[in-house]
């Protein structure tokens, strides 16, 4: 690491002798997996063996992360940024720009990009010069004429939001929030003889419909702050909080689980395709 | 005139869009102006690919610290926007999909962006845990009800939840964790969601009007 006076730190002995271990532990893992693969050629089991070690050393870099910060963890996190954009890259000019623009823009070119020739437009060659005047961001001096696609994309968001977030995420949701209160009812005897969560557990099934309805209105009076929070509105308020916090405690358990299942994931592959110990 | 026309773009494609939506002969025109969108915001991932090389090739340049980090990322930027963009190792040429089974962008998808991404959010699992033994001490009311929450949550995704309560007759099977959980799921859970949409729905509808009508612009920048 470069110090302010220009010196630098030359790694010591153990940085040097971790790195050859880790190298040589690749080494031996890429020959194995390569001699024992089940590929038909050769060069497949050593591409294969390779790709399963390199795929295996980059998990175990991200997770030396656990232990410290460290110059394998930094080197499988700028390899990710740089492959993971290139990544996101290519996806959008060969879906959108080869997909969408070119079958409308030239014979000659959709042609070469074997995609079939639909109509001429001007509007995607507008849409085009839009997209390449936002690249011009990127120059100092004309980097403002860069709000005008800034502004295209912004306003087509604005204007589909607004009407759609409007019906599916506000309408549709106070609409499906009006349930029946008392589900079914068959009868006070039959009503508290079932508590399971079947269609004929009337019980649970009103008392998740009463849930709903009153969660809903106390959670949306937690997110009014026009009127002070007290009295009836604040006691609304307080429930709204609890529901709340339910919601986040559903989320962050959601969240936990899927992220253990990747672990398990990341595991498996560690041990089964690697090490082929499972 | 740099902030005039971009306001006035703004308007009018917003206004195009909003009545769109409402006029049953318009449909093709939002259609049309859906792939504008995609073709205009395909290149924001060229803008943000440009800039990452720019800022990187500083980096070297100017010998900054962790400079040589910066040459793994351009190297793995340009190999794989190479491979991509002219279709390297695709079974099926040109022609093909570009993430088409046994071509070398999708095997270098599969064994290093996969694991890298996968291996990057697994991670969170460790932080997750170590985060929530600090923050979810049952301090207050509003905190033992998510943490009771969360607990049962994750017990009723597991076995471990459903051995505990195997006992509970069926007559009280709201009391099993399993169903418990699916409870917690539908009922309390889907009415803060609800809250939370819906607050969300307005915010956006409001944030939509403001940008339209030209009261929001800070999309601007502040220089002039």
């Known amino acids: ?278 | 005139m740099k902030r005039q026309i971009p306001m006035m773009i703004l308007s009018t494609i917003g206004t195009i869009f909003v009545l769109a939506y409402f006029s049953p002969g318009l449909e093709e025109l939002e259609k049309g102006g859906s792939i504008f969108f995609d073709v205009v915001a395909c290149f924001a991932f060229f803008l943000g690919g440009s800039n990452l090389v720019r800022v990187h090739i500083q980096k070297i340049a100017r010998h900054n610290p962790g400079w040589g980090y910066s040459i793994v990322t351009l190297f793995g930027f340009g190999l794989m926007l190479f491979i991509g963009l002219f279709k390297l190792g695709n079974p099926l040429g040109i022609a093909g999909a570009p993430t088409e089974p046994g071509s070398w962008f999708q095997i270098i998808f599969q064994y290093c962006v996969a694991p890298l991404s996968a291996t990057m959010y697994s991670l969170l699992a460790f932080f997750v845990a170590s985060a929530s033994y600090r923050a979810f001490r049952a301090k207050n009311t509003e905190a033992t009800i998510l943490l009771v929450a969360a607990f049962i949550i994750l017990l009723g995704r597991t076995q471990l939840g459903l051995v505990m309560t195997s006992w509970v007759p069926d007559w009280l099977s709201i009391a099993q964790i399993p169903n418990l959980a699916v409870f917690i799921m539908t009922s309390p859970n889907l009415a803060g969601q609800r809250a939370i949409m819906i607050g969300i729905a307005l915010g956006v509808v409001s944030m939509s009007l403001r940008l339209i009508l030209g009261i929001e612009r800070s999309y601007l920048g502040s220089d002039s």
Not at chain 1, 37 to 58: E, H, K, P, V, Y
């Open chain 1, 1 to 278: 690491m470069a110090t302010g006076n220009g010196n630098r730190k030359s790694p010591s002995n153990a940085v040097k002798i971790i790195l050859v271990i880790v190298a040589v532990v690749f080494l031996i893992s890429w020959i194995s997996k390569a001699t024992t693969g089940m590929a038909d050629s050769t060069w497949l089991n050593i591409r294969d063996g390779f790709l399963i070690t390199f795929a295996a050393f980059l998990t175990l870099s991200i997770f030396s992360f656990l232990y410290n910060d460290n110059p394998f963890y930094k080197f499988a996190e700028h390899l990710y940024v740089g492959v993971s954009a290139a990544y996101w890259m290519c996806l959008g000019f060969w879906s959108i720009i080869v997909g969408n623009f070119v079958p409308h823009a030239s014979k000659t070119l959709s042609t070469f990009f074997k995609v079939p020739f639909q109509e001429y437009s001007w509007f995607y060659y507008v849409a085009f010069a839009f997209g390449v005047i936002l690249l011009m961001r990127l120059l100092p001096k004309a980097g403002w004429i860069a709000r005008w696609p800034l502004a295209v994309i912004i306003g087509t968001t604005a204007g589909f939001n607004l009407s759609r977030y409007l019906h599916s995420d506000f309408m549709s949701q106070v609409g499906n929030t009006f349930q029946p209160l008392f589900v079914d009812w068959q009868g006070a005897g039959h009503f508290f003889s079932n508590l399971s969560l079947a269609a004929d557990g009337q019980l649970v099934m009103s008392a998740g419909n009463w849930i709903v309805v009153v969660g809903v209105l106390c959670g949306l009076v937690y997110f009014f702050f026009s009127k002070e929070h007290k009295g009836m509105f604040g006691a609304a308020s307080r429930l709204g909080i609890w529901i709340l916090m339910i919601t986040f405690g559903a989320s962050f358990g959601y969240t936990v689980m899927g992220r253990i299942s990747l672990l398990v994931g990341r595991i498996t592959f560690l041990f089964d395709d690697w090490l082929s110990i499972l």
